[in-house]
């Protein structure tokens, strides 16, 4: 068997501790915090088996493979934008949400439901091939080097996509409200227009608010299923429609996908800081996240906690409808 040192640091030893571990990728892990110490179990060995609920990233090609744990679905529910989908509609580089069961050792599992819901669909209205950025109705989208570009985007760029094509995009948000794509596909110029995004500039009176630099007109709308009936400022909302005159006429409505958050379940969420205050009070995707003196960080330590830094936490929901990490994996 191979081995590899695995750094194990501590806010209050000066001495590093070498831990042994089976042959993988190298990790650096670092438990902090008051009492921390050679003798302290780290929390992540408590993700046993047992239901699930994941947020991320499916980057398996022919497989659904979510923060590392790849799972079986030919009997899974399953939802693209909302509408019933089969399994094989899944495509690397989509954001989805997965309830299900892992399997004890945490590399594999099976899911029970799936959606899969987009950030936007609409036109190119700007591009900036040179810097990875574009905008569509309204919305930054920014790309990085994980980015997955889709067949019928030619070249396989930012620069492959023509002003007015309609594209849909898979990412998340930043705290300024930028999209970071994980997946820029075309769509077809018929398809509905889509947006996912956060209430702001809200007028009641006139039945309009913005999202982005989007104005949003729901005067006309078919279908409002929202919290209290009404959209709020902050409110994430999922909306389709078509655009007239510079604003998102809406059809439908809806409260945003959101992450539920059952007490003492297993959940894992892949996204962005949000909101940062401290290493023990900060939102990854607008969930609400703290740390433990037993929390190990893995690629990274504590202090590089921050606004807009990609993590994946995994770890269970605690009463107060936060998420208590057992373990934060800092990248994708």
């Avoid at 409200?177 to 596909?185: D, F, K, N, Y």
């Avoid at 702001?200 to 608010?209: E, G, I, M, N």
């Avoid at 800081?273 to 433990?292: G, L």
Wanted: proline fraction near 6%; glycine fraction near 12%; charged fraction near 15%.
């Amino acid at each position: 068997m191979n081995t590899k040192n695995l750094a194990f640091r501590t806010l209050v030893a000066t001495v590093p501790v070498l831990l042994t571990a089976c042959s993988g990728p190298d990790l650096s892990y670092e438990i902090s915090g008051p009492g921390a110490g050679p003798g302290l179990v780290p929390n992540w060995q408590t993700l046993t088996d047992g239901p699930i609920t994941a947020w991320g990233i499916n980057t398996g090609d022919g497989r659904l493979v979510l923060n590392d744990v790849a799972y079986t679905s030919q009997d899974a529910i399953v939802t693209v934008n909302g509408r019933p989908a089969l399994p094989a509609e899944l495509r690397p580089g989509q954001v989805v949400l997965l309830r299900g069961q892992i399997d004890s050792g945490g590399l594999t599992g099976s899911a029970d439901r799936i959606d899969r819901d987009a950030r936007l669909l609409g036109p190119v209205e700007t591009l900036d091939a040179s810097n990875e950025r574009l905008v569509v109705m309204g919305q930054a989208v920014q790309a990085g080097a994980g980015t997955v570009f889709a067949a019928g985007i030619d070249p396989s760029s930012y620069a492959g996509l023509p002003i007015g094509s309609n594209v849909e995009v898979s990412g998340y948000a930043r705290a300024d409200g930028t999209v970071l794509a994980t997946r820029i596909e075309p769509a077809a110029p018929t398809a509905p227009l889509r947006l996912v995004g956060d209430v702001h500039d809200l007028d009641l009176s006139s039945f309009r608010f913005s999202v982005g630099s989007l104005t949003v007109d729901y005067s006309q709308a078919l279908v409002i299923d929202l919290p209290g009936g009404a959209p709020g400022i902050g409110m994430p909302i999922r909306a389709t429609g078509n655009l007239a005159g510079g604003r998102f006429v809406v059809e439908t409505l809806a409260a945003a996908p959101a992450l539920p958050v059952t007490t003492g379940r297993r959940l894992q969420v892949a996204g962005v800081v949000t909101r940062f205050v401290s290493s023990t009070d900060f939102d990854v995707n607008d969930v609400a996240v703290t740390t433990a003196v037993t929390t190990w960080f893995n690629h990274g330590v504590r202090n590089d906690l921050a606004l807009d830094v990609e993590l994946v936490i995994d770890g269970h929901a605690a009463s107060n409808g936060r998420i208590t990490a057992e373990r934060v994996t800092f990248g994708r």
